[in-house]
Structures are given as structure tokens and as C-alpha cells.
T-cell receptor, first 114, second 108 residues
Framework: NAGVTQTPKFRILKIGQSMTLQCTQDMNHNYMYWYRQDPGMGLKLIYYSVGAGITDKGEVPNGYNVSRSTTEDFPLRLELAAPSQTSVYFC?????????????FGEGSRLTVL | QKEVEQNSGPLSVPEGAIASLNCTYSDRGSQSFFWYRQYSGKSPELIMFIYSNGDKEDGRFTAQLNKASQYVSLLIRDSQPSDSATYLCAVNNNDMRFGAGTRLTVKP
């Protein structure tokens, strides 16, 4: 099993550009999450989903959008990129209840906005 | 505001020693507690979780929880250089909040 797969691993954006970070999991997990991690900071929850068609905001959702059309995929859309969105983004998934069990993380996507 | 606080370190211990990592949290309703290890440039991976007050042991790792004091810790016995990483404390109460992590260095 591949687990949680994120693409791209690295990306440089110009201010105002848009892009989508892709996330796919093959573990049939209902729950999926997007976190960002800034240097010296903890992981901050951007959005999460408890199943196909259901998404909800986390702690830092501004400037991002998500969709969950299938159980496997949970893309994160950045609109009008800003330098403050420079970060490492992690997608994660879990089984059981939301946030109640082990989170399985992808390898991360490092985004730089210049 | 739900906060999870950790000493950022770096914490340096000699090989074979016990490393003690601490975490405090502000939300008394928190229900479950997790320790993740993150090697530099890698994604976090779960080491241990604990739900009840007291100690939980798994090999060289022991998690300790004191809900009255809102305190959770991780002890690593017989520390190895391969344990050198950042350790993230995570607390669950309808969402998952992470601390900033403690960087541990184990010196040969």
C-alpha cells in the first residue's frame, strides 16, 4: 500500500498565482485532513473531511479551499497565493472517529510563495 | 483558545540515558493524547497514544498522563542516536492540536 500520497513535493509560486495540492489515500479511510507546518511551529489544521462530500474548516482556513468528491482524494486549493502561505503542507488520513486515532501523514508538500 | 505547549529544546542527552519530554495543554475536556516523532524533512509518525491517567509503556517508550495537572510526558529509556528527532505532542478534543515540538539530540 502506498498510504497517503501528496503531489507535488516542492513548488514555487508567484504572489497571486493559484494552485492545487493533491492528496490521495488508498487505506479506505473516511477522515482526511490538511495541516500546515511553519518553522518552529506546530501543525495547524486547515481543513478536514469526515467523508465524501463533507468538509469543514479547521484553525487556519483563510486563503484555502477543499473538496472531497471521493473517499480517496482530498485536494487543497490555494487561491491568490501570498507569502504568508509559504509553508510545508501535510495531508493526513485516519480511520475510526475524526481526530480520535492515529493520523497517517503524507510526505509533505513544500510551498514557497515569492 | 486550545493550547498545547512544549519546550522547544534542543534537549541533548547522552546515548543510553533517559530522555524526558513534557507537554501541557489548556483544554480540560481533552480526551486523548498522542506523541509523534518527526525526523528532519520527514512527516510525523505516531509513537504512542494514551487516554487514561497513569503510565503506558511500549518498549523503550513510556507515556505518562495527568489530567488533573493537564500534563502529558514521554520518557525514552536507553536513548539511541536514532531517537534524535523532533517530538510532537498532540491533544484531541473534537480536533487535533499539536505542540510546536521538542527537538531531541542523542549524542553517541
Amino acid at each position: 500500500n502506498a498510504g497517503v500520497t501528496q503531489t507535488p513535493k516542492f513548488r514555487i509560486l508567484k504572489i497571486g498565482q493559484s494552485m492545487t495540492l493533491q492528496c490521495t489515500q488508498d487505506m479506505n479511510h473516511n477522515y482526511m485532513y490538511w495541516y500546515r507546518q511553519d518553522p518552529g511551529m506546530g501543525l495547524k489544521l486547515i481543513y478536514y473531511s469526515v467523508g465524501a462530500g463533507i468538509t469543514d474548516k479547521g484553525e487556519v482556513p483563510n486563503g484555502y479551499n477543499v473538496s472531497r468528491s471521493t473517499t480517496e482524494d482530498f485536494p487543497l486549493r490555494l487561491e491568490l497565493a501570498a507569502p504568508s502561505q509559504t509553508s510545508v503542507y501535510f495531508c493526513a488520513s485516519s480511520s475510526g472517529g475524526a481526530f480520535t486515532g492515529e493520523l497517517f501523514f503524507g510526505e509533505g508538500s513544500r510551498l514557497t510563495v515569492l | 483558545q486550545k493550547e498545547v505547549e512544549q519546550n522547544s529544546g534542543p534537549l541533548s542527552v547522552p546515548e543510553g540515558a533517559i530522555a524526558s519530554l513534557n507537554c501541557t495543554y489548556s483544554d480540560r475536556g481533552s480526551q486523548s493524547f498522542f506523541w509523534y516523532r518527526q525526523y528532519s524533512g520527514k512527516s510525523p509518525e505516531l509513537i504512542m497514544f494514551i487516554y487514561s491517567n497513569g503510565d503506558k509503556e511500549d518498549g523503550r517508550f513510556t507515556a505518562q498522563l495527568n489530567k488533573a495537572s493537564q500534563y502529558v510526558s514521554l520518557l525514552i529509556r536507553d536513548s539511541q542516536p536514532s531517537d534524535s528527532a523532533t517530538y510532537l505532542c498532540a491533544v484531541n478534543n473534537n480536533d487535533m492540536r499539536f505542540g510546536a515540538g521538542t527537538r531531541l539530540t542523542v549524542k553517541p
